[in-house]
């Protein structure tokens, strides 16, 4: 074998090994798991349940999907977003009940682990859409009177 041709066999693998890992790092970030967690004990206990609305609440529409639904609860804010992208699509009020029907984790590389609540509602116009709710630990009896 000449010398010409070991170069050109170490190159190219070199340029394959290169490959391989970069391709795993675009893998690593890429890479998402949704499970669905209502049954976990921890979860369940929020689930089923009302909650009463201790602030001024606006469910968004999201033109992007987020991770489970186009709609998300966003807790102490009354807005009338009316863009391409971002619609207020409903608002709830002190002493509104709202339930939440199912709990949902979200994992991926580069933001860890996040928790979903998952609730259920009608709009104005009679559509019934599930909505997604953030959640960070503790108790929703942190945001809302149960």
Known sequence: MTRSRKILIALFSLVAVGVIVIGFFVWMLA??????????????????????????????????????????????????????????VKHYFPGDTIYFHSAKSYYSMHVDNTYYLIGRDTLRTGKVIDFEYYFSGGSPDDLFNN
Do not use: C, G, M
């Open 31 to 88: 890479y998402e798991s949704k499970k669905d967690i209502s049954t976990q004990e921890y979860y369940s206990s929020f689930l089923n349940k009302p909650y009463q609305i201790k602030d001024t609440t606006t469910i968004r529409w999201y033109d992007a999907n987020l991770r489970f639904s186009q709609y998300s609860l966003v807790v102490n804010e009354f807005s009338h977003l009316d863009r391409d992208d971002v619609k207020s």
